[in-house]
């Protein structure tokens, strides 16, 4: 069994940062694309940053300059490093996986269980 494990969340003052981490766990051969989605209440689910296998990126254009994700292949994880942060960057992150290979098989389109950002003062 896959799973998606996102940490890094809290409360935080307009300004500051955080850095987010999402661990993947199982008999991982390779990950693909990763990204970080994000759900404020009331609103849809949107894209924040995503990073291919290769390390290309590409960002909301919300974020840009202000967030960086990158992973570690060896370590099955990617993280989002959040600086000024904005009272609009509350919401839930969500990690996603477009495909993990493991020694069970492929899976497509796993997400984590989320954790919640709050940017107030």
């Known amino acids: 069994q896959v799973q998606l494990v996102e940490s890094g969340g809290g409360l935080v003052q307009p300004g500051g940062s955080l850095r987010l981490s999402c661990a993947a766990s199982?008999?991982?051969?390779?990950?693909?694309?990763m990204a970080w989605y994000r759900q404020a209440p009331g609103k849809q689910r949107e894209l924040v940053a995503r990073?291919?296998?290769?390390?290309?990126?590409n960002y909301a254009d919300s974020v840009k300059g202000r967030f960086t994700i990158s992973r570690d292949n060896a370590k099955n994880t990617v993280y989002l490093q959040m600086n000024s942060l904005k009272p609009e960057d509350t919401a839930v992150y969500y990690c996603?996986?477009?495909?993990?290979?493991?020694?069970?098989?492929?899976?497509?389109?796993?997400w984590g269980q989320g954790t919640q950002v709050t940017v107030s003062s």
């Open positions: 996603n996986a477009d495909q993990i290979v493991t020694s069970a098989g492929n899976y497509y389109d796993r």
């Open positions: 990073i291919t296998n290769a390390a290309g990126t």
């Open positions: 199982g008999s991982i051969y390779r990950l693909y694309t």
